[in-house]
């Protein structure tokens, strides 16, 4: 049997200390509750993804808990603009005090569209929280002809 030495290496980590623990959970908490950051104060685009067929493009936008009035959805000089805007607001009063609260999201994304595109059959659905807009395509249109050499 060998007997080989090992190197230890002490490496000293930089540790951030936090006199309060438990106060900081407290506060944390608090505003998770009470203020409802989680849900509502995010500000977020929507994520996209879109799908190339033989015959048509699919942009598809996750936006859960909206409602289709909720969208608006433009089309000028081929570039498609899906935009929406919430407002809700809040208040309740009890005998010694009132809360008001307001909420605001606002988003707007636009796409360029591609000649390939027929934008007067453009439609769109929304359903479990995915608005889908189907872009068909143009049906090329071949010249061909056979030119005479005179």
Aim: no cysteine; hydrophobic share 35%.
């Amino acid at each position: 049997m060998f007997n080989k030495k090992i190197k230890e290496d002490k490496v000293m980590a930089l540790v951030r200390f936090n006199q309060y623990p438990a106060l900081t959970d407290l506060f944390e908490s608090l505003e998770k509750n009470f203020f409802n950051t989680e849900e509502k104060f995010e500000g977020t685009v929507p994520a996209v993804n879109i799908k190339e067929d033989n015959d048509k493009y699919v942009l598809e936008m996750a936006a859960p808990g909206m409602k289709k009035a909720d969208f608006h959805i433009n089309l000028e000089k081929d570039v498609l603009t899906i935009s929406s805007e919430q407002k809700e607001e809040k208040e309740e009063k009890k005998d010694n005090f009132a809360r008001r609260e307001f909420y605001y999201n606002t988003f707007s994304r636009s796409f360029s569209l591609p000649e390939t595109v027929d934008v007067e059959n453009i439609k769109a659905d929304y359903k479990n929280g995915i608005l889908s807009v189907v872009l068909p395509k143009k049906e090329e249109t071949k010249v061909t002809r056979e030119i005479k050499i005179s």
